[in-house]
């Protein structure tokens, strides 16, 4: 999770406070992990992620890691674009605070 910009949660989200298993500003995150050649993906996984961002306020993301392969980041479609004006915005400052320096 921190490799992503996220706080790993207590737990992994299994408590009464923190759901997922790791969020930042921005994203709540739910990652699965696995050391096999395939995933089976859930539509409830999903459903209650994007139940807990929206309860959050944050935006859902989806990370499928294969231990021995790629780690995959899932977004939903609609969300790419306050990602992408998230991302530009975030640039945007970084590179102000280099121009200050």
Not at 47 to 64: D, E, G, Q, R
């Amino acid at each position: 999770m921190r490799n992503l910009g996220a706080r790993p949660q207590p737990l992994s989200g299994a408590g009464d406070v923190f759901k997922e298993d790791g969020e930042s500003p921005i994203f709540l995150y739910q990652l699965k992990s696995t050391e096999k050649e395939s995933y089976s993906l859930k539509l409830l996984d999903i459903l209650i992620l994007i139940k807990n961002a929206i309860i959050s306020n944050k935006i859902p993301v989806f990370v499928i890691n294969f231990v021995k392969g790629p780690r995959l980041v899932c977004f939903k479609e609609e969300d790419v674009h306050d990602i992408i004006l998230e991302l530009e915005k975030q640039r945007e400052i970084q590179n102000n605070t280099i121009d200050a320096s």
